[in-house]
Structure formats: C-alpha cells, structure tokens
C-alpha cells in the first residue's frame, strides 16, 4: 500500500480577472511529494467565465476529483476551509472618485446631525431651525424646504441600506437583510440539530 | 485662573467620553461598510473617517455656538436630503440589528414577498416624516 500523503489548505478568498484560468496553484497550498505537487500545480480547475457573477465558490471536493484522477491511491488531507471564494475584477473601475465625494459629503452631514440631535436631546425640530439659521442667518419655525427633503431621504436611505431597488444595478454582493435572513435560519437549524438530539438521546435512555 | 483650567480639562473629558461613544455607535451599527460596498471605494475609508470626524465637530460648533453663514434657503435641499438618507440608513440599520424583519416574515410566512414588507416600512416613514413636519407641529 501507498503511503504518500498530500496535504491541502485553501485560501479564504482571492480576486481574478476575467477569463483567467485558475489552477490549484491560485486555489490551494499543496504540501506532498515535489514531484507529484509541481505538476498538480498547474493543473487548471476552473475557467473564469463573463456569464458568472461577481463571485465563484471553489470547493475543496473539485480539487480533490481532480488530483484523484490523477493519483487515486494518494492519501489527501485538507486543512483550513473547505470553499474558497473567487472575486471577479470588474473590468474596469469607474465614477469611483463622484461615489467618494457623494458618501463623504452624506456622512458629514449625516455625523453633524446626529451630534447636534444629541446636544439638543434628540429634538429634531429645533436641530432643523437651528440649521436653518446657521446657513441662511435667519429664523424659521416650519424650515420645510429643509424637512421635506428630509422626509423623502429617510425612505430613501433605508431602500439603499437594503439594497434592494438598485441590486441588479449596482452589484451582485448579498444586502444585509438576506444576510440576516441567512443567519437566522442557520440559528434556527442549529437549535434543531441539537435540540432533536438531545431528544432522541433522551428517549434511548429510556428504553 | 484654576476655574478655567478646571472647566477646560472637564469639558475636554466629557467630549473625548461623547465623541467616541459616537464613532462606537456608528462603528455598530455598520453604515459606512454599507456605504462603502455599495460604491465600491474600500480604498477611501480613511476618507470616511475624517467626514464623520469633521461633521461632528463643525456640527459640534454649530450647534453650540451661535455662528451662522448667509447662504440661500436652497442650499438646504441637499443638505436636507442627505441628513435624511443618513437617518433612514440608521433606522434600517437599527431594524436590522434588532432582527425585526427575519423574525416577522418567518412567523407570518412570507419570504419572497420581503420587498413589500420593507416598503410598507420606507412609506410609512416617509408619509410619516411629511405630515410630522407639515402638519403635526403646528398643534
């Protein structure tokens, strides 16, 4: 019987550019044999193709069906993640610096109101007349032309929170409320798992 | 001469406390990870961190100094929909923090059909905010 053991680490996540060939070399640290590792190297697993989406998940059972194929009487080990994640490089980067002016100027504004909320014991009212005057110099009760953009931004801004309008838009990235969509079922499917067993462990007990 | 130093080293300790309490509280609640995902620039996050920085101390003096500039009204607009987009994005973090929205569409059982609870949500606010602002305040 062989004892040639290989060892295998996947990365947690790298990026590509668009129709690379991955090998395991871009996908893995391989410790073996050197003769057997140099040339399962650059052995190619996946092509990256325009039609996938912005990620690609790797997972360790193509690497191994791939070196299987190879040398089926080797002894493969894994260590570290099972999936890696390949982010695709868009081609190319663009309106990145309007974004950053956009956010920055949002966040700044956004900071300035909420600490002036916290001085004036969150009376949002008073913070408007009081911004009112600080940048016309005069007062005003009812700053309307100030709460009315107001109003339509809050909505505005929980639809961006979320993503959910401009996802197919912008980008393919999960929004935060399918993440905790995500996580909460995972909750509640690990509950379950131990939850049942502890059951059935009770119930072989009894007998 | 003791009574100043005194209220300087008080008032400096009490904006250290409030100041990072702030950024903590951002930090929290994860707007501009948000943000920066969204518009895809991770590289200008040190950027971002000044804006905060900066707005809160202009927004400090602002509000506790009586200074004021003489810009015309319609300057207020986009400030005005900025201050909004920021709180609506504090409100949505806020929801999503306490886990209101997986725990409400999986008792009542509706999972596709999310979008119309979160727009229900975004209108209310709006709807909310409108007749707050121009009705409400005048009783």
């Known amino acids: ?207 | 001469m003791i009574k100043d130093i005194l209220l300087i080293i008080i008032g400096f300790s009490g904006g250290l406390a409030v100041g990072s309490g702030f950024v903590a509280f951002l930090t929290v609640l994860g707007i501009i990870p948000r943000l920066t995902q969204l518009t895809k620039t991770h590289h200008f996050i040190r950027g971002y961190e000044w804006s905060v920085i900066l707005g809160a101390v202009i927004g400090t003096w602002g509000g506790l100094r009586n200074t004021h500039l003489i810009m015309p009204a319609l300057l207020l607009i986009p400030i005005g929909l900025a201050s909004g987009i920021f709180v609506g994005m504090l409100a949505a973090a806020l929801t999503e923090v306490l886990n209101v929205l997986p725990i409400l569409s999986k008792r009542i059982g509706i999972n596709e059909q999310i979008l119309v609870l979160l727009m229900a949500i975004v209108l209310g606010k709006v709807f909310g905010s409108l007749f707050h602002w121009s009705f409400f305040v005048d009783k």
């Open chain 1, 1 to 207: 019987m062989s004892s040639i053991v290989l060892y295998i680490r996947l990365r947690q996540k790298f990026q590509a550019k668009m129709n690379e060939i991955i090998s395991i070399e871009k996908l893995a640290h391989l410790i073996g044999p050197k003769d057997m590792t140099t040339g399962l190297k650059q052995k190619p697993i996946y092509k990256v193709k325009p039609e996938d989406n912005a990620f690609i998940v790797i997972d360790v059972m193509d690497i191994i069906a791939a070196i299987y194929k190879e040398y089926p009487d080797v002894d493969i080990q894994t260590v570290g993640p099972s999936q890696t994640i390949i982010e695709v490089q868009p081609k190319k980067r663009k309106i990145n610096t309007l974004f950053f002016v956009i956010v920055w100027i949002l966040l700044f504004i956004g900071a300035g109101l909420t600490i002036m909320n916290f001085h004036e014991d969150v009376a949002m009212r008073s913070v408007h007349q009081k911004i009112y005057y600080l940048i016309t110099g005069t007062h005003n009760d009812k700053p309307l032309i100030l709460q009315i953009p107001y109003s339509f931004g809050l909505g505005l801004g929980m639809i961006l929170f979320f993503n959910h309008i401009f996802k197919k838009k912008f980008n393919e990235e999960p929004s935060p409320l399918e993440v905790e969509m995500f996580n909460y079922q995972q909750d509640l499917d690990q509950y379950v798992i131990v939850h049942e067993k502890k059951k059935s462990e009770l119930k072989r007990h009894d007998d």
